[in-house]
């Protein structure tokens, strides 16, 4: 059974920081691609950035600059780096991986207010 936990949301102020973490089972972590979406209050999940096997990353325009993911295989684990956050990134942050079909974690709340 494919599992996937995201975690590390949280309160911050505007211009401030934060680190997802998702940790993944039950698959070959290191052959998938690895996405981060965005939903915010009231709207459709968004794609936010993609990292393939090898390192590859992709970003949504709105993010460029001051998002970064990563990937530990070792781990099991893909990262979200979130900084100079804005009010408009407030929403759950969601990870996904293909396989079969789309398997999605939980979800982690971010909240940028001030």
């Known amino acids: 059974q494919v599992q996937l936990v995201e975690s590390g949301g949280g309160l911050v102020q505007p211009g401030g920081s934060l680190k997802l973490s998702c940790v993944v089972s039950?698959?070959?972590?290191?052959?998938?691609?690895m996405n981060w979406y965005h939903q915010a209050p009231g709207q459709q999940r968004e794609l936010v950035a993609t990292?393939?096997?090898?390192?590859?990353?992709n970003y949504a325009d709105n993010v460029k600059g001051r998002f970064t993911i990563s990937r530990d295989n070792a781990k099991n684990t893909v990262y979200l780096q979130m900084n100079n956050l804005e009010p408009e990134d407030t929403g759950v942050y969601y990870c996904?991986?293909?396989?079969?079909?789309?398997?999605w974690g939980q979800g982690t709340q971010v909240t940028v207010s001030s």
């Open positions: 996904r991986v293909r396989h079969f079909r789309d398997i």
């Open positions: 039950g698959i070959n972590f290191e052959l998938y691609t």
């Open positions: 990292i393939m096997p090898i390192a590859g990353t």
